[in-house]
């Protein structure tokens, strides 16, 4: 079946840390896959994205590049800050399947001063 | 902007009642989907809609089903609530062309 792994949390860094937070997938076909951040109190919002292998997803700062051959797609931000304290979830999906989303279990970030 | 809003924050039942929990989204998407969010277990999907009047269950169905009479409306309902179904309720919508989900807020639902 289709599964996604990540580290274990709490991940705890100061600010202006370089931030990686891993992520490996098993799939029967050709996934798409994601990072969703959840704040606290909120719903999840898709971070980033990637289609296919070798693409690579960024936004606000982070990125994540898909990389086949080791079935990873990491988590990185070169410095992060207080406000990207929050769980952040890998994710995904395969063509065809209407975006059902198969999630990890999330990884806490908590950043400080 | 996406809108997709959660009818209910906080909810707290009692053992055996029927809970309805209520979502809508304004963007016209084809696919809803209900999730329940569980510490270290992360997002498990309990059910997807594809179309209006369709469902199909998904990894967790067992004790909950759920209605989608008009497009953006996507109901989840626990037919007989029970404690182990205390959890975060998180509903999604995505367009066909896929591309990732958009959440609504949660639910948190207690039930004693």
């Known amino acids: 079946g289709n599964s996604v792994t990540q580290m274990e949390g709490p991940v705890t860094l100061s600010e202006e840390a370089f931030l990686t937070i891993n992520c490996t997938y098993t799939?029967?076909?050709?996934?798409?896959l994601f990072w969703y951040v959840q704040y606290p109190g909120e719903g999840l919002q898709l971070l980033l994205k990637?289609?296919?292998?070798?693409d690579k997803g960024s936004n606000k700062g982070f990125e994540a590049t898909y990389r086949k051959e080791t079935t990873s797609f990491h988590l990185e931000k070169g410095s992060v800050q207080v406000s990207d304290s929050a769980v952040y979830f890998c994710a995904l999906s395969l063509t065809g399947t209407a975006s059902k989303l198969t999630f990890g279990t999330g990884t806490r970030l908590q950043v400080t001063l | 902007d996406v809108k997709v809003t959660q009818s209910s924050r906080y909810l707290v039942k009692r053992t055996g009642e029927k809970v309805f929990l209520e979502c809508v989204q304004d963007m016209d998407h084809e696919n809803m989907f209900w999730y329940r969010q569980d510490p270290g277990l992360g997002l498990r999907l309990i059910y997807f809609?594809?179309?209006?009047?369709?469902?199909e269950k998904g990894d967790i169905p067992e004790g909950y089903s759920v209605s989608r009479e008009k497009k953006e409306r996507f109901s989840l309902i626990l037919e007989s609530a029970s404690t182990n179904q205390t959890s975060m309720y998180l509903c999604a919508s995505s367009p066909p062309s896929g591309g990732g989900l958009y959440f609504g807020a949660g639910t948190r639902l207690s039930v004693l």
């Open positions: 990637a289609t296919k292998a070798d």
């Open positions: 799939a029967t076909g050709y996934p798409s």
């Open positions: 809609s594809y179309d209006v009047k369709m469902k």
